[in-house]
């Protein structure tokens, strides 16, 4: 009597053994981030083949199996669900894609999005591997794919303060005022060490032209003038940004309003014979520089441009018969700022915001995707790493290529069905114990077998 039952029978107890093993490895990184679970296969195992009765036209040909074996297990890399973190750095990838990270010079891939920084400001996963990506070029200040991939690293320290370079005012004056009617506003600019001045605007109402009547404000932009280099603390005077001298009065420039309240013309300097088409206006005038500041600091060394015209084109500035008065001021200077938080946009751009109201696009993460996922090399640790099954990763940014797209401030839950996962238990339960039987029962025959000499 054959004993390939005992084999065959056993293949199968290691077969469902090892389902059994796949299922527990799943269900117990239920709450592992970015887990993807794994299916187990079975082949058979050829063991003779001989023939029967018959001929050869009739296929009469018999195969017995030497039971079962395991022919692979691959991780289901399906999407899981997203849940929303409070950390700022944890990331969900809603497509294709994988993160990059470089363990000791290693290349890893992951779907685990749980970053953190570690001790020096490095972007990093759990197990420490550092986060790849494109970083900031610090001659352009735009984040250079062309530098190639790196790891990233958060800024520490304080942001450099922005010297102002343009303000822009939206306002009304009021039309009704009568001639020789002033109005003043302020607003600060910041110098290059980042110290706020407060600057003010002075504008100064002008009726001419008699029965057909113009209507024109003069204006000038002053500073104290003792917060100039070298003058006296004590002195009480203003210093024009426009004429570099001590200000005598709105007298610096003008604005030129038609009679249904639009402005229609800007100038410096005295009042020109024709008026110029209405353009923002770039402070100093010509010739002029701006003054150094007592500190030693400086004005935006461009000049500081008022933007008179909005991003529609529109002016800003109108003369209607209303009160006169500002309705938004804003400038792009800032003191230096501490960081506050950070942020990871869709495109995997890491923005820092700084306590100075900056924001600084640092670096972006990319996602990598391979011709055969089946292939990766599980590593442990949520990682992966490419094979010659795999394919090469191609490497680029989120959003392009079918790589998916990134969800700031949460994470990708493990894909394990627990339904199904419990299910598959009992199936596999099931066929250890058939299993376990036809060994039993063999054992019985053979012992039936030996009897039969008594």
Known sequence: ????????????????????????????NLNSVGFKASNISFTDVLGSTFGT??????????????????SGVRSVFTQGSVQTTNNPLDVAIQGKGFLVADNGGVRQYTRAGNLHMDSDGNVVTENGSAIQGYTRN??????????????????SGLNDPAPTSLFELAMNLDAGAPDGAQFNTSFQVYDSLGKPHLATLTLEKSITGGATPVTKWHFDITVPNN????????????????????????????????????LTS??????????????????????????????GASLS???????LLGDSGAPNVSGFASPSEISASTQNGAAAGSLNSLAIQSDGTVSAVFSNGKTVNVAQLVLAQ???????????????????ASGPSLVGAPGEGGRGQLTGGALEQSNVDLATELTKIITFQRGYQANARVITLTDQIMQETMNLRQ
């Open 1 to 28: 009597m054959s004993l390939t039952t005992f084999s065959t029978g056993l293949s199968g107890l290691a077969a469902n053994s090892q389902g059994l093993n796949v299922i527990g490895n799943n269900l117990a």
């Open 53 to 70: 009765l018959g001929n050869a036209k009739s296929g009469n040909t018999a195969h017995i199996g030497l039971g079962t074996q395991v």
């Open 138 to 155: 610090q001659t352009t200040g735009l984040i250079d794919p062309n530098q190639g991939l790196s790891s990233i690293k958060i800024p």
């Open 227 to 262: 917060e100039v280099a070298g003058v006296a603390a004590t002195d009480t005077d203003q210093r024009s940004l426009i004429t570099g001298n001590v200000s005598t009065g709105p007298d610096a420039g003008g604005l030129l309003f038609d009679n249904t309240g639009k």
């Open 266 to 295: 800007a100038w410096l300097g005295t009042d020109p014979s024709t008026p110029p088409a209405l353009a923002n206006l770039t402070i100093p005038g010509t010739s002029v520089t701006l003054p150094l500041m007592a500190s």
């Open 301 to 307: 060394t461009a000049g500081i441009e008022w933007k």
């Open 370 to 388: 391979f011709r055969n996922v089946d292939g990766l090399v599980a590593q442990g640790g949520g990682a992966f790493a490419e094979s010659s």
